[in-house]
């Protein structure tokens, strides 16, 4: 069973950079690895994800684009987010997961998740 761990989460004021990690225990069959994000209320969005052959990278929402940088050490089969120039609306719990790469979309594996690190942003 894949399992995940998730940390460099913290507190920050605005505009400040944070740089998440996510260690897969084993990626298996799946070739792409995502990032999640959940406010409190709110429902979960796709940031971003990144193929782990060929290293394509896609950012999903519009409002991290040219500020988060998603990456990944398939050696170490981790994952990273950058995230600079933060704003208090990214504040959220932050997820990892791996999926299925297909025609340049990564489509997440169901069900498979890690806890989550928070990103707290201060205005």
């Known amino acids: 069973q894949v399992q995940f761990e998730e940390s460099g989460g913290g507190s920050v004021e605005a505009g400040g950079s944070l740089r998440l990690s996510c260690v897969v225990s084993e990626i298996g069959r799946y070739n792409c690895m995502g990032w999640f994000r959940q406010a409190p209320g709110k429902d979960l969005e796709e940031v971003a994800y990144i193929s782990t052959t060929a290293g394509i990278a896609q950012y999903s929402l519009d409002s991290v684009k040219g500020r988060f940088t998603i990456s990944r050490d398939n050696a170490k089969n981790t994952m990273f987010l950058q995230m600079n120039s933060l704003k208090p609306e990214d504040t959220a719990m932050y997820f990892c997961?791996?999926?299925?790469?297909?025609?340049?979309?990564?489509?997440?594996?169901?069900?498979?998740w890690g806890r989550g690190t928070q990103v707290t942003v201060s205005s």
């Open positions: 997961t791996v999926g299925d790469w297909d025609d340049g979309v990564c489509y997440p594996a169901a069900g498979i």
